[in-house]
């Protein structure tokens, strides 16, 4: 397969309709982030058969001494459950990265690791985002750990 380019188009009619959906992950917040110095770049990878299995909006940064680093605004547009794709997305873009010249890649995906009650009490209602953390830890990414207050530039807790 390998990773592939998208015009602004494919990528917001694919992210329009992808369950983790979100502000950060469009076209419109890609520019809005250009303002601010960053390079956006819509990529995603394909399916033998020409199916879009997976985009995401991948912000540029550059740093000092011809370094950059990469962010992909509350993670990747894929289904998280098939670990298989997460992993052959994942060494693709490693790749495509690298011939970007980007030294690292940071992702705040909007999976939800726990589900919580009104009282921010554990429910009873699966451990599949924790599956998640651990299958990205494996695959080679760092937890930073869960921010507490606003360290971070996205929120931890959203309402829905």
Known sequence: MGIVELSRKEFDDY????K????YQTSQYGTLMSKNGYEPKYVGLYDSSGVLKAATLIL??????NTRFA???RGFLIDFNDYSLVEE???????YLLKQKVLFLTIDPHVTHLER??????????QNG??????LKRMGYDHRGFNLYFEN???RWNMV
């Open 15 to 18: 992210a329009m309709n992808h």
């Open 20 to 23: 983790y959906r979100s502000f």
């Open 60 to 65: 540029i940064k550059s740093l000092i001494f």
């Open 71 to 73: 962010y992909s605004p």
């Open 89 to 95: 997305f994942t060494e693709e873009l490693r790749d």
């Open 117 to 126: 009650d009104k009282e921010g009490k554990p429910t009873n209602n699966g």
């Open 130 to 135: 924790v599956d998640i953390s651990e299958t």
């Open 153 to 155: 530039l996205k929120p």
